[in-house]
């Protein structure tokens, strides 16, 4: 009975918004460590504004959970569309703000910095998978138009494999292409075909560059100084 009410409304729907949901909270973790801990003085309330975004998506996530029970799949599409970009920009201020705490990090905050570095890049990669999925048929919607160009080529798509003929990508192919993307800084087995993918890879990539590289690498030369 259970199984069949999931399979009715989407199980990676509901996958998905349940990914955004760990995201927000990933964010607004990033986010109080600067607003209320030991970078708060170095930061100077940067993260406030998205301190309030978390608000916004808490609401999201609401409407989305009850838009996935009443099987509002277009709706919800749009929902998942509208807080995955709120996500991103978020992102994106955050990794700008923690650069310019490098300027002022000391020993006592250091451990605070090591902390969002890793949240950021858990952040980055659940971010991207979600976007992967969205732009790549057949999406998140199950009725979407399959004769639309692919926008990654995977193996499966790319050579007749057995067993593999009817096979479609789902959440976990799009979060394993986000997570070798973040740390290879670049595709590896699936490429990118349309424009958009490979912009969303390049700015995918230019994240985890700052974030793993300049970031952490920073992090642990103030370390090794200090010690």
């Not at 608000?55 to 749009?78: C, E, N, P």
């Not at 605070?112 to 890049?121: G, K, N, P, T």
């Amino acid at each position: 009975m259970l199984i069949s009410f999931i399979k009715e409304r989407g199980p990676w729907l509901a996958a998905v918004v349940l990914v955004l949901g760990l995201t927000s909270v990933l964010q607004a973790s990033v986010s109080y460590t600067v607003n209320y801990g030991l970078l708060h003085g170095i930061a100077q309330g940067t993260f406030e504004p998205i301190m309030l975004i978390s608000v916004v998506q808490i609401s999201l996530l609401v409407l989305m959970a009850g838009l996935w029970l009443l099987r509002l799949k277009r709706v919800l599409f749009r929902c998942i569309t509208l807080s995955n970009s709120i996500l991103t920009l978020s992102l994106l201020a955050q990794t700008y703000t923690l650069a310019l705490i490098l300027t002022g990090i000391h020993r006592n905050g250091i451990d605070e910095l090591l902390v969002d570095v890793a949240l950021i890049a858990t952040i980055n990669i659940l971010i991207f998978s979600i976007w992967y999925w969205i732009i790549d048929p057949p999406g998140v919607e199950d009725d979407q138009d399959l004769d639309k160009p692919w926008d990654f080529l995977f193996p499966q798509r790319g050579s007749a494999i057995p067993y593999y003929q009817s096979w479609t990508p789902h959440y976990t192919d799009y979060l394993f292409v986000a997570f070798t993307t973040s740390f290879a800084f670049s595709p590896t087995d699936v490429m990118p075909l349309t424009k958009r993918a490979k912009l969303l890879m390049m700015l995918q990539s230019s994240i985890s560059i700052v974030t793993l590289t300049g970031l952490a690498g920073s992090a642990i030369n103030i370390l090794a100084s200090s010690a």
